[in-house]
């Protein structure tokens, strides 16, 4: 593994020295918030000590990339392929846009998760959430799938506005209660078997990076919200 000490160097000297490494392994001591990091990475395998700067692995497009801690906004920018992994939360509007690969966040993520997430042909993006998500989790979401497991949370793991403007995809909630105030483009009902069959092997891949194990997640179920293609976009519109 090549290690490359980040202190002293900007977000584009550190990208064109990843780039240029013979090192499939890549390991990046003392990030301090440097942007951009591993933007449209198709190969090698990054692990990051420190704290990554926004947009971390943008337009990602196969590599991996493992963060020893938390990261900041922006996260997955675009992704099209590929894994990021944290081992800490992460900030604002992971996986805006993705449409393809997955993030698995062990702890927390801020506002507008997954918003404007998408799914194309064979790509299908997929987060999973450890903790708790803010307000505006899947706003807009156009495909690809939202797991939250709440793990360490007494109410519902999701803030305000959960799924405003869904229109594809699915979010998993694991909670003994739905938000309060979902809105009405989201239809809500308990996981059937099919479903968690369909989730089993995501939460498998996820338990295998944070040490995880099925029983971890007895005791409360999960709901799936999915459009409701009887009523989109209803309480966008004023009436007439």
Same mark, same amino acid.
């Given at each position: 593994?090549?290690?490359?000490?980040?202190?002293?160097?900007?977000?584009?000297?550190?990208?064109?020295?990843?780039?240029?490494?013979?090192?499939?392994?890549?390991?990046?001591?003392?990030?301090?918030?440097?942007?951009?990091?591993?933007?449209?990475?198709?190969?090698?395998?990054?692990?990051?000590?420190?704290? @990554?700067?926004?947009?971390?692995?943008?337009?990602?497009?196969?590599?991996?990339?493992?963060?020893?801690?938390?990261?900041?906004?922006?996260?997955?920018?675009?992704?099209?392929?590929?894994?990021?992994? *944290?081992?800490?939360?992460?900030?604002?509007?992971?996986?805006?846009?993705?449409?393809?690969?997955?993030?698995?966040?062990?702890?927390?993520?801020?506002?507008?998760?997954?918003?404007?997430?998408?799914?194309?042909?064979?790509?299908?993006?997929?987060?999973?959430?450890?903790?708790?998500?803010?307000?505006?989790?899947?706003?807009?979401?156009?495909?690809?799938?939202? *797991?939250?497991?709440?793990?360490?949370?007494?109410?519902? @793991?999701?803030?305000?506005?959960?799924?405003?403007?869904?229109?594809?995809?699915?979010?998993?909630?694991?909670?003994?209660?739905?938000?309060?105030?979902?809105?009405?483009?989201?239809?809500?009902?308990?996981?059937?078997?099919?479903?968690?069959?369909?989730?089993?092997?995501?939460?498998?891949?996820?338990?295998?990076?944070?040490?995880?194990?099925?029983?971890?997640?007895?005791?409360?179920?999960? !709901?799936?919200?999915? @459009?409701?293609?009887?009523? @989109? !976009?209803?309480?966008? !519109?004023?009436?007439?």
């Amino acid at each position: 593994m090549l290690t490359i000490q980040a202190s002293s160097r900007g977000y584009r000297e550190l990208n064109e020295a990843i780039t240029a490494a013979q090192d499939q392994d890549i390991l990046l001591e003392g990030v301090l918030g440097q942007r951009f990091l591993g933007a449209g990475l198709s190969e090698k395998s990054l692990t990051i000590h420190g704290i @990554p700067g926004n947009a971390l692995g943008a337009y990602l497009d196969g590599a991996r990339i493992h963060v020893c801690g938390n990261a900041q906004d922006a996260t997955g920018d675009t992704m099209n392929d590929g894994q990021i992994i *944290i081992d800490g939360s992460c900030g604002d509007a992971a996986g805006y846009a993705m449409r393809g690969g997955r993030i698995y966040i062990r702890g927390n993520a801020g506002y507008r998760a997954g918003i404007h997430m998408k799914a194309y042909q064979e790509k299908l993006p997929v987060m999973v959430i450890g903790g708790r998500a803010g307000s505006f989790l899947g706003e807009y979401q156009a495909g690809g799938i939202i *797991i939250v497991l709440g793990l360490g949370e007494e109410g519902v @793991p999701v803030g305000n506005f959960c799924g405003t403007g869904m229109h594809g995809g699915r979010i998993y909630l694991r909670t003994a209660s739905l938000p309060a105030d979902l809105p009405s483009q989201v239809a809500a009902r308990q996981a059937e078997p099919a479903d968690l069959e369909a989730i089993a092997p995501i939460l498998e891949d996820y338990g295998r990076h944070f040490g995880l194990a099925a029983q971890d997640l007895e005791g409360k179920p999960f !709901y799936v919200l999915e @459009p409701n293609t009887q009523n @989109p !976009y209803h309480q966008l !519109y004023t009436p007439n």
